[in-house]
């Protein structure tokens, strides 16, 4: 059971804005690099980007969501662990076997860079700890 939908939401938002500077101020030029993506064609993409900016928000409300439940089976089975801890570890875990694993994959059989695989799990690394941490001490 979640324990507080605004803990998720304020969650997900910040996720939501972790990617924002992450693909913008911290690595928006490498990540288009390793992308291969010139900057005027960048500029298109951005005119019509509302559509993948709402899906993205949806898909990190899930995330939070499925979040808070594994944040919550993690509290009552490890009382001895403050509620930061178990954020740290939560989002470490769940990063470490269902995000990373996954996107090896775009190195494996798409021919992406370990480069930008790199910019990528960055990203969702710290997205998930700050997440889990989020719900965990709400």
Known sequence: MVESYIAVA????AHFAIGALWYSVLFG???????DIPE???KQLGEGATRGYIMTFIGTLVMSFVT???VTISQRFAP???DAAIGIHTGFWLWLG???TFALTGVAYEGK??????????Y?????LVMATIIAVW
């Open 10 to 13: 304020v969650a997900g938002v």
């Open 29 to 35: 030029k490498a990540w288009m690099a390793a992308m």
């Open 40 to 42: 005027e064609k960048m």
């Open 68 to 70: 808070a439940h594994i």
């Open 80 to 82: 001895e662990l403050s």
């Open 98 to 100: 269902y995000i990373a």
């Open 113 to 122: 860079s370990f480069k930008l695989y790199g910019i990528n799990m960055g």
């Open 124 to 128: 969702q690394l710290v997205g998930l």
